[in-house]
């Protein structure tokens, strides 16, 4: 029996070598004299997406790369839950959120660049829809995502009078996470337009192959701009001077045209005030490119059209691959290090110690009674709001497995108990006649036949682990599924969300298999 844990345990650790080597390469280990980290949701093209190389681009992280070049730091691109960007700029995660973000509404909560792209929120519909102008969204359900401009324009505090009596006039305003989530409701019948901004809604229709349309009235304007951490003042002047020489040197307006959004640039010298009323500075002269193209931009162009490129299944396959290590990653971790808590949390639990079993109690009762997406945000943001301690930026995957392993205990310390008090109190009366100890008695007759009989919820909580890993980006840590919905975003397709399903099946009846020949080979307690 000892020799067959053994082997097991050997493989777990194989394993779990892998995945180390693996989780090594994360952006958290990039190493460099300084780094600009931007916060960017990847599913907003053309401002940030994947492309079909699994490589993140758009817009903003070209200009980002070229400012990161220009003054010798270097670009991590981190995509984040756009829910909890807020969490992620205070505590120091990431150095700006670049990524086609509204000023208008939110000129007090940031230090902001100037202005460099016009904005507006704009409203899409199926093309065979008979909504063709605003009025005709009365009694209609709309979508949104949750925290955009489009809200704001709609139903904010500085929403115009025109707008909140349209949405009043509207049935429903549903509120989804992303822009994936918003187009999925449209085609399937579930809303009947989508409100959102402006740049994206073209790339969305150009991609469609005429499957949506867009209607001539807008909600709303406002620009773009970079927000920095309140106070942050000498980053965002460093990225102002040198998005000034860009502009200068004509590397902004060719950047601009390059995705499209060329009538849409609004970045100018003439802008000298910030916002917040502090004086903009000059392009920095030492920043600006000598070249033979200085100042001809493509302004006089034709504005090239950015469309998703579709690609094969093949290729879904070996981008979503990325993602599945880090799901693996999460997934063998959080199996090492919580069985054993839980096994040392049950010991607590049926302590005769009164004051270590109500402990021990409290622990499980809250890891079971709040949800695990709350636990991984306390876990992470915790250090920093609770005891005022900078976290390093890798510890981002460390958290994550803090956090699921924590919450894993409690469930596997509840079924290990039910495990050890389904046992005979005979058997301990009968090991203690023979001469075996306390430690003999549960290590060598208790504990092989509590495996034995918990193996059946054990296999369902490893399998419900396997499916909450796609909770990790609420930490912004990119697993399988993020990857999936990113990819869908770049190519305005459903076909990665049902591979990421598939990849999700196969691991499951992989791991059941695996379950189940364990259980088989522990047969021979019946």
């Known amino acids: 029996m000892t020799q067959k844990f053994k082997r097991i ?16 390469f994360t952006p958290g280990n990039v190493n460099a004299a300084e780094k600009f980290i931007v916060g960017f949701d990847a599913s907003f093209p053309p401002y940030g997406s994947v492309d079909e190389n699994g490589e993140y681009v758009g817009f903003d992280l070209d200009l980002a790369q070229e400012v990161c070049d220009r ?45 460099y792209i016009d904005n507006s929120q704009v409203v899409i519909v199926n093309a065979d829809s008979d909504i063709n102008k605003l009025t005709d969204l009365k009694g ?8 955009s401009s489009a809200l704001a324009a709609l139903k904010g505090d500085d929403a115009t009078e025109n707008n909140k009596k349209l949405a009043s006039s509207m049935k429903e305003i549903i509120e989804v996470a992303d822009y994936n989530t918003a187009f999925m409701n449209l085609e399937s019948g579930v809303a009947d337009a989508v409100c959102m901004d402006i740049g994206v809604a073209s790339y969305k229709i150009n991609s469609s192959d005429g499957k949506f349309k867009m209607l001539d009235e807008k909600i709303s304007s406002e620009e773009y701009g970079i927000g920095f951490k309140k106070g942050n003042t000498k980053l965002r002047d460093e990225v102002q001077k040198t998005l000034f020489a860009m502009l200068e040197d004509g ?50 162009s034709v504005k090239k059209v950015v469309k998703a490129k579709k690609t094969s299944v093949l290729n879904i396959v070996k981008q979503l691959s990325r993602g599945m290590a880090a799901t693996l990653g999460i997934f063998v971790f959080t ?6 808590l839980g096994l040392l ?59 699921f392993s924590l919450n894993y ?24 006649v023979l001469g075996y100890s306390r430690t003999g008695t549960f290590f060598k007759i208790i504990f092989p036949q509590m495996v034995k009989r918990i193996m059946p919820p054990v296999t369902n909580e490893v399998i419900t682990l396997v499916k909450d890993t796609s909770l990790a980006f609420a930490l912004a840590y990119t697993e399988m599924f993020t990857v999936a919905q990113q990819i869908t975003a770049s190519q305005a397709s459903i076909m990665p969300l049902f591979v990421a399903g598939l990849f999700y099946y196969i691991f499951n009846a992989l791991v059941a298999y695996i379950m189940e020949f364990i259980e088989k080979k522990l047969d021979y307690y019946r």
């Open 140 to 147: 209609k359900r709309v979508v949104v995502q949750a925290d």
């Open 9 to 24: 345990a050997k493989v777990i650790m194989l394993m779990a070598a892998v995945v180390v080597s693996v989780c090594l």
């Open 251 to 300: 590397t902004y307006d060719k950047i601009a045209n390059d995705w499209g959004l060329s009538e849409s640039t609004c970045l100018s010298e003439e802008d000298t005030k910030y916002i917040d009323g502090g004086a903009v500075p000059t392009a920095d002269p030492s920043k600006i490119k000598k070249t033979d193209n200085k100042n001809t931009s493509d302004n006089g």
């Open 345 to 403: 949390l049950t010991a607590v639990r049926m302590s005769k110690i009164k004051i270590l079993e109500w402990l021990a109690k409290i622990y499980i009762s809250i890891m079971r009674g709040t949800p695990l997406m709350l636990q991984l945000l306390v876990v992470f943001y915790g250090p920093h709001y609770l005891l005022g301690i900078k976290v390093p930026y890798s510890y981002r995957f460390y958290a994550v497995i803090i956090g």
């Open 71 to 115: 003054n010798g730091w270097t670009l991590v691109k981190q995509p984040i839950d756009w829910n909890t960007k807020d969490s992620e700029l205070n505590a120091g995660n990431i150095s700006c959120i670049w990524n086609g973000f509204t000023m208008n509404g939110r000129e007090d909560k940031y230090t902001w660049s100037t202005p």
């Open 335 to 340: 199996l090492i290090f919580s069985m054993p």
């Open 409 to 432: 205990a409690a469930y596997f310390a509840e079924i290990f108990r039910s495990g050890i008090q389904s046992i005979p109190v005979g058997q301990r009366e009968a090991a203690t």
